[in-house]
């Protein structure tokens, strides 16, 4: 039997093979030819191949079910169940100021461009040079996801000419572009969230709060005491310590869930207005980041990639959470999380051509080691592609 009570066991070209020669030699006799050059080993062959074309399908329509296991279409089907949908790709926006004759409209979708012609922006709305020929309007990537995160003063090229339009520039960084959300990033959000059904407790907060995209990192805590907590948590209260996300975001996610009489302790306030048109003040506190520096030294071989020293920073940063050489920013260790130098090193073998690893940690950037960084309850460690140094030894 294929299933049983330890799951779905999928038979393979060989075993199918196997099978229907021994049934053939059951039917046609012990002598029965059924090399690879007979008639009929040929045609058990044949049908062996796509028997097991047929008992892979199976085998993938039995790990769809669970979200452990689906991907792709069958992973998003199954993530609303876990009260999430897949965070899709995102455009970048920034600021861009435009130079040219004063008092002249330019018109929404102005197209520019980096000084290399291959990343392409268009302005957001109409704008209107003011009297010093001058003026700066919002632009937004023509193409989705990470690609849109470019440096600041280097968006100069005009793609559509304007006689009345001399230069351009990006004033700061574009932000916000990313890729669409990976099936490991989406099967590890919802199992957080999944722990948080329901209401009134703090992994129920903590889960409303991680549904948030734009939310990186969250925790809360609860003082059943009668004495403020080391955290300030005033007694029969909470306290969310919270990374990304707007105020407004935060405070409505800590309010759907919180229990009814029970004060959300925090340095920042928001008012929010429940269904009564009852102001209710919602406090929260803004996690601190603690920026992560490593040193790695790889001893590698001749499978090592061209472009292993950026895959060796992009697992870190993916593992730690920060941002990537492109300008993505992911989500990592949660609140409180300590850094462990074991795991690293175990995510840094995921590059092909690795031999060996050495990693030394920094909470400072001046003193390394090869100890695990410790990270406090309110804290969150962020890494970043800068403050990463690799170094290879063929």
Known sequence: MALDRNGYKRKNY???????????????????????????????RIMAWFLSLAWQDNENVYYSAYRKTADGAQLDMLLPYAGITRNLDQYAFGALEITGTPNHLVSAGFLVSKNNLDNFFETTEDVVLGSNGKAIVEIKAVELGSIGNVAANTITEIVNPDADVTSVTNISDTKGGREKE????????????????????????????????????????????????????????????????TDEEVAIAVFEKKAGGIQPYGTTYVDVIDDSKNLQQIGFTRAIEVPIYIKVALATNNSFP??????????????????????????????????????LIARTYQVTGIEDVTIQLSADGTNYSETNLIIGMQQVAQADAANIEVTVNV
Do not use: C, H
Request: no cysteine.
């Open 182 to 245: 990976t099936d490991l990033e989406a099967r590890e959000r919802a199992s957080i969230t999944v722990e948080g059904m329901g209401s009134a407790t703090t992994n129920a907060i903590r889960t409303n709060l991680l549904k948030i995209p734009s939310i990186r990192a969250a925790t809360v805590i609860e003082n059943f005491g009668d004495v403020p907590d080391a955290y300030g948590t005033p007694k029969r209260s909470i306290q969310a310590f919270v990374l990304g996300g």
């Open 14 to 44: 060989d075993d199918l093979l196997t099978d229907m020669s021994a049934k053939a030699k059951e039917k046609f006799g012990e002598n029965a030819n059924i090399t690879e050059r007979s008639v009929l080993g040929i045609l058990l």
């Open 306 to 343: 061209s472009d292993g020293i950026e895959k060796t920073k992009s697992v870190l940063i993916k593992y730690i959470g920060g941002t990537d050489i492109d300008s993505s920013v992911y989500a990592g260790l949660n609140m409180g999380d300590d850094v462990i130098e074991s795991r």
